[in-house]
């Protein structure tokens, strides 16, 4: 199947909506909801990828690799300044968020390609839980989750609010990884939301 064919394009991913920022306390009152995710096995929910600056197209299928980690996505046009030569860094090929943290931060399910991840997963992806070098399959392919941090930035504050950046950036927000978590590309394969995320 041509996953190219199977978008939706996602407008305005830049913008932000003060008036849909989460509260401190409401992030807070979140929390058992996220701690509950499912460890060993989940579901993707959502799949994204990004063709350009501050676009996104969520994906009915996608084709995971390892020169793009995601078919179509500008990973490998994204240079980071912790990688050896200031490219794309191999250790962050694609990004997995936990669904719940995502509807906790974000909102609806329509807003959370706003956060720039490729797939969210209603998965347990804190360091206890995914420890660097842990392998996930999901649908065909296998990611495995590096130790390259991932946080919340200057964007991610603009977009979901200063309390959200605190959120996910520090103390138990930190340890369950609600910014996400940082996989490189094992073995290629077809993805498809629904399809069972498995820790190996």
């Not at 991913?13 to 460890?39: C, K, Q, T, Y």
């Not at 994906?59 to 030569?85: K, M, P």
């Not at 919340?152 to 138990?172: M, S």
Request: hydrophobic share 40%; net charge negative; charged share 25%.
């Amino acid at each position: 199947m041509n996953a190219a064919a199977e978008t939706t394009a996602v407008a305005g991913a830049a913008s932000s909506d003060p008036a849909r920022h989460r509260s401190a306390d409401e992030l807070e009152a979140a929390l058992p909801h996220i701690r509950e995710a499912p460890g060993s096995a989940g579901t993707i929910e959502l799949i994204v990828r990004r063709p350009a600056e501050d676009a996104r197209e969520v994906l009915d299928v996608a084709e995971i690799n390892d020169a793009e980690g995601i078919a179509g996505d500008t990973w490998n046009q994204r240079g980071s300044s912790a990688s050896a030569d200031g490219g794309p860094h191999p250790d962050a090929q694609i990004t997995i968020m936990s669904a719940r943290a995502a509807a906790a931060v974000i909102g609806p399910v329509e807003r959370w390609p706003l956060a720039g991840d490729q797939i969210y997963a209603d998965l347990d992806i804190s360091h206890e839980t995914l420890r660097a070098g842990t392998q996930l399959q999901l649908g065909d392919a296998i990611l495995e989750v590096t130790a390259k941090p991932h946080r919340g930035c200057a964007k991610f504050a603009a977009r979901f609010g200063r309390d959200a950046l605190r959120f996910v950036n520090t103390g138990e927000g930190r340890d369950l990884r609600m910014r996400g978590v940082n996989c490189r590309v094992i073995q290629p394969g077809t993805v498809r939301p629904g399809d069972t995320i498995t820790r190996l």
